[in-house]
């Protein structure tokens, strides 16, 4: 590639990351099941420092992570400009089927989701491009 | 969750997840490496049936990737109206370091990206919201 438009590629530190993240928003949760790697978008929100989503306990993301290792990214991309930043967030996912539902988060299709799962993080990276 | 705000969800045909992939732009690669899981944006491009990104041949993007399966998700997600769609690629990559680097993808970081990946797609699905 040429040099010209290119961005510098720099390091957040994981204050930043998790100032970031802010309270919630729409990531994407990457996890290995039984048809390989498999990552979709869902509804997160922030509690201290971990990152909870919310599904039906008969999903396949529930069915295949449970106590598993994930991968949970967020990211605010410009493509007009060539610019924005990426939250990789990894850790062992665990389940909480008594979560009330009203404690969020709260994904946009209908349906029951009754199980709230949480990322406890063993590692949070983050980088910044532009 | 309370019905109010709720959307329905459908199932993208194959067809028309190709259509909403264009001819490329941001979408998250993931892949289980040696961390576990692993979600990270990448600039891809579409060429007939594959996926293709760019990377340096010493990332380790590259390192955990060859011949192996992956998945690739792209999105678009209205965050104010609580609708979007997803298309999730899954599939083998594949490495072709003889890819002129003018044919792309390009890459918004500054730096040579030599290697051209490509995913052979196995299952390509997506679905809607709203």
Redesign the interface.
């Known amino acids: 590639?040429t040099?010209e438009?290119?961005?510098?590629?720099t390091e957040l530190d994981e204050h930043e990351c998790w100032r970031r993240l802010g309270d919630g928003?729409?990531g994407?949760l990457?996890?290995?099941g039984a048809?390989?790697?498999?990552?979709?978008?869902v509804n997160y929100r922030v509690d201290g420092r971990e990152v909870q989503i919310?599904t039906a306990a008969y999903s396949s993301l529930a069915r295949e992570t449970e106590d598993s290792?994930?991968?949970?990214?967020a990211?605010r991309?410009d493509?007009a400009t060539?610019?924005?930043w990426?939250v990789?967030v990894?850790g062992r996912m665990t389940f909480d089927y008594a979560a009330p539902?009203s404690e969020g988060p709260?994904?946009?299709?209908?349906?029951?989701?009754r199980l709230r799962m949480a990322i406890t993080p063993t590692?949070v990276t983050g980088r910044q491009?532009?």
């Not at 290792?69 to 990214?73: D, G, I, R, S």
């Not at 709260?106 to 989701?113: F, L, S, V």
Request: no cysteine.
């Open positions: 590639m040099t438009g290119a961005r510098h590629l928003g729409v994407r990457a996890w290995s048809q390989g790697p498999t990552v979709v978008p919310r290792l994930v991968a949970f990214e990211d991309i493509e060539h610019t924005g990426s990789l990894r539902a709260h994904p946009w299709p209908e349906g029951a989701r590692s491009v532009g």
